[in-house]
Nanobody, 125 residues
Framework: QVQLVESGGGLVQAGGSLRLSCTASGLTFSRCAMGWFRQAPGKEREFVAAVSWRGSRTNYGDLVKGRFTVSRDNAKNTVYLQMNSLKPEDTAVYFC??????????????????WGQGTQVTVSS
């Protein structure tokens, strides 16, 4: 059974930082591209970042470029999202997802096969 478990969310003031983690089990993590998405109340799910299976390639949504960094540790089956210079508009539930197509680094949620339950990030102004 595949499980993706996010952690690290919480409440932070604008300008602050958080680091999200997502630990995977039940799949060959090192053979998956990993993505982060977010969804704010009343809005559609939005692409945040993705990292290739070896960690050599990354992709970011326009709204987070230059502020967020995605990385992974295949020895720990964990992907990270370092979020700096947070803004109130970054408030959302953040989800990690696994794409078993290692040749792809997708920004489309329908390309991802497995999803975590999400972690809440709230940025106060």
């Amino acid at each position: 059974q595949v499980q993706l478990v996010e952690s690290g969310g919480g409440l932070v003031q604008a300008g602050g930082s958080l680091r999200l983690s997502c630990t995977a089990s039940g799949l060959t993590f090192s053979r998956c591209a990993m993505g982060w998405f977010r969804q704010a109340p009343g809005k559609e799910r939005e692409f945040v970042a993705a990292v290739s299976w070896r960690g050599s390639r990354t992709n970011y949504g326009d709204l987070v470029k230059g502020r967020f960094t995605v990385s992974r540790d295949n020895a720990k089956n964990t992907v990270y999202l370092q979020m700096n210079s947070l803004k109130p508009e970054d408030t959302a539930v953040y989800f990690c997802a696994a794409d078993t197509n290692i040749f792809r680094l997708s920004s489309y949620d329908y390309d991802y096969d497995y999803w975590g339950q999400g972690t809440q990030v709230t940025v106060s102004s």
